[in-house]
C-alpha cells in the first residue's frame, strides 16, 4: 500500500511572512523604548518609539490587506478569520499607540501609551503564531 504524506504549512507564501516579520520586530523594540523611557525619562525613547510603531503600523496595513485578499480569494481558508481579527486588532492597536505617542513628549507613553505597547506586542506574536506556527500532515492513502 502506498502513503504518501504531504506537509504543508498554513500560509506558505514568503512575501507574506516577510511583511509580517516588520510588525513582529519593531512593535517589541517599540515597546523596549517605552520601558527605556519610564525608566530614564529621556525624551528622545518617544521618538524611537513613535518612529518604530509608524514603520509597524505600515507593515501591519500590508499584512492586514494581504490577510483579507486571502482569505476571500480562498487561500488562507482552513485558517478561518481568525487570522485576519487578530491582525486587524493588532493594526487598530498600532494606530491607537501611534496617535496616543504623537502626543506631547512627557505625557506620549504613560500608562495608556505602554498598555498599547504591550497589547500591540502580544498581539503581533499571535498573529505570527497563527500564520507560521503550525505545520499540518496530511495523509493521502492510493
Given amino acids: 500500500m502506498a502513503e504518501t504524506l504531504a506537509r504543508t504549512r498554513s500560509f506558505t507564501n514568503p512575501i507574506h511572512a516577510i511583511l ?15 520601558i527605556t523611557y519610564l525608566n530614564t525619562a529621556v525624551i528622545q525613547w518617544t521618538n524611537f518609539s513613535s518612529w518604530l510603531i509608524a514603520g509597524a503600523d505600515v507593515f501591519a496595513g500590508l499584512v492586514l490587506a494581504w490577510a483579507l485578499v486571502s482569505q476571500f480569494l480562498g487561500r488562507a481558508r482552513q485558517r478561518g478569520w481568525a487570522y485576519v481579527i487578530v491582525v486587524a486588532l ?3 492597536a498600532g494606530v491607537l499607540n501611534a496617535f496616543q505617542h504623537a502626543r506631547d513628549g512627557w505625557h506620549s507613553v504613560g500608562t495608556f501609551g505602554l498598555v498599547l ?6 498581539l503581533a ?6 500564520a507560521f506556527g503550525q505545520t499540518q500532515v496530511k495523509e493521502y492513502r492510493a
Avoid at 509580517?20 to 517605552?34: E, R, T
Avoid at 505597547?117 to 502580544?122: D, E, F, G, K, Q
Avoid at 506574536?125 to 497563527?130: K, S
Wanted: overall charge negative.
Fill in 90 to 92: 493588532m493594526f487598530v
Fill in 125 to 130: 506574536f499571535v498573529a505570527a503564531f497563527l
Fill in 117 to 122: 505597547s504591550i497589547l500591540c506586542t502580544i
Fill in 20 to 34: 509580517l516579520a516588520f510588525p513582529v520586530a519593531l512593535y517589541p523594540a517599540a515597546l523596549l523604548s517605552d
